[in-house]
């Protein structure tokens, strides 16, 4: 299947699943679900030799929460360097705990790549993006988490489509009254009028204005 990506985030199970959220040509909603992908940082360390002690240490802090430790080489980012050197790979089981882990690990070495949400490091490493399409293959699945149609991927990629598969789009405004001559304050100023404009007629309207009272 071909979709356009509309949104992505995650659910986590006993595992993280992503969930990408599009639609196709005929304009049918679908979402994909992916559970092959894992959170991971780096860690670099100026003396490798010590890569086998940070390891074991790390593994006894982490022993449910950490599920890969490798050595991996990469060019670091900041700096010309004609080789890469040797990093540390951290995978987690869960995004959740990245913060904790990478607050313990960073006295070992140089994070990299720590700061990255977990749904974003996904789409970067499949080179995916917001409003671009995707080539699926998987199975129909069965899920309550979401009420349109339900695929387990087992392969995604990008394609190239310029198009855009046929969307409903509402724009919305709205205006608020502070209570002194200041720019409003979220949850506190009352909204007192939406305006919303339909690209396909809502119950015969093509926009709308709302007033907090007649």
Known sequence: MELQILDCDYIMLS??????????????????????????????????????????????????????LDIVNRFLPIGYSEKPVKVLKITEKDPAMTREIREFAKEFGTLYESDILFKYRFMADFGLKGMGWIK???????TTTVKCKPIEAEKIEPIEILENAPLKILALDIECVPEEDRIAIPGKDP?????LAFSQDYKGFKNLVLLSKP
């Open 15 to 68: 595992k993280p699943i992503v969930r990408i959220f599009g639609k196709n040509m005929k304009g049918e909603t679908v979402c994909v679900f992916y559970d092959k992908f894992l959170p991971y940082f780096y860690l670099h360390s100026l003396d490798e030799s010590k890569y086998p002690e940070i390891i074991q240490t790390l593994k006894k802090k982490f022993e449910k929460g950490i599920v890969g």
């Open 136 to 142: 699926v293959e998987g199975k129909p699945t069965k």
């Open 191 to 195: 909204i007192v009028m939406m305006s």
